[in-house]
């Protein structure tokens, strides 16, 4: 038993750790609903098929580093790697021909098998937000400026939002002739990895960390160079309308995203206190992927926020855990069966209310209710239960006694008014 601990890449959250990121997830969940986007959920295990198809097959996501396995019945299965191919395979499945225009949000681990680091395990957590059916550039500019006020709403400094345009379909494959013949001519000047790409994955070269193969890709053609007159335009007035918004931005021209799916818009916002895992929020359109895996012509962009680096990046208030509201202290049979009736009457009042079941002293049961810092200790001893009554002390934020009232637990107009006026005011 000694011997048995969690997997590498898995980690566990603690009470005390969870504070945060439940107050994250609140604040996220808010956001979405004001901006009326609705959840979706889909299955954490998929048909591997759907990532090969979805995702491409010479991406590394693909290549290196799913979780792949064959089950009892001989189907090959995949931990969800990302969310967005699982949220086009349900609604191709489930009809979206029947409602074109939706906006949806997932929450949710995935799974990559990568080299951990802070901010980064192989079970992580993503947000996802999909904007399908929409086409408009508006959409593009609406999801950016979404992703951009939730990191800001959170109070994340040191954003930088960077963006590129893919092309179209046509673009693309334009360019990547261009691309292809430079960099077989080029190819002893690149790293082993970006060697492999070449007739694999050759986009993703463009993304490359080595340094030296940054610097000599500063000579390769430009995907840039090689847009239609319409994907011009499109990308010009995305620019614009940042500018009107007063969102700030860069142009890096070498951001592919890492996965086949993407067209015109991508783009990442990043945070400079992450140091060189600077990537917080990454996303793109992608107005192939549902026809591509069967559906009906569907345009579409998205984005996934990494909530791990999230945590790291988010402010200290949200370590902050609401104190506990009454502390029910008791003692003897009786009492202690009116203090659960009790406990479960309060919670209805959206209070937070501990009930000590150790059947310790009072004295003791005082230094816990006095160590959670309560705003208020209701007392139910022998005497109160036998008069059918209980004791509550309020105290202020120096941890001073300042009111003291005896409620009979028969009159609840007398309880709640004291909830109302004491407790839910503070």
Known sequence: MNNLRNLRGTIDLLPEQLIKWQNVEKILLEQLSRASIKEIRTPLLEM??????????????????????????????????EGTASVARALIQNGISSNPLQKLWYMGPMFRYERPQAGRQRQFHQLGVEFIGYESVRSDLDIIALAWDILGKLGIKELNLEINTLGDVNDRLNFQKSFLKWLENNKNSLDLDSQKRIHKNPLRILDSKNIQTKKVLENAPRLFDFLS???????????????????????????????????????????????????????????NLIKQMGGPNTPAIGFAIGLERLILLAGKDLEVVRNTDIYIINQGLIAESLAMNLSRKLRNYNLI?????????????????????????????????????????????????????????????????WINNYLLAK
């Open 229 to 287: 007159e319409k994907s011009h335009e499109r990308y010009s007035c995305l620019k614009r309308q940042l500018e009107t918004l007063k969102i700030p931005f860069v142009e890096n021209y070498n951001l592919v995203r890492g996965l086949d799916y993407y067209t015109h818009t991508a783009f990442e916002i990043t945070s400079g206190a992450l140091g060189s895992q600077a990537t917080v929020c990454g996303g793109g359109r992608y107005d």
């Open 353 to 417: 209310v501990e009930l000590d079941l150790s059947g310790a002293s009072f004295s003791k049961q005082f230094k816990k209710a006095n160590k959670l810092k309560s705003k208020s200790i209701i007392v139910i001893g022998d005497e109160e239960a036998a008069n059918k009554e209980f004791l509550i002390r309020l105290f202020d934020r120096s941890g001073n006694e300042n009111q003291e009232e005896i409620i009979s637990f028969e009159n609840d107009i007398k309880l709640e008014k």
């Open 48 to 81: 591997t098929e759907l990532f090969i198809r979805g995702i491409g097959e010479g991406t590394d996501v693909v290549s290196k580093e799913m979780y792949t396995f064959i089950d009892r019945g001989e189907r090959s299965c995949t931990l969800r790697p």
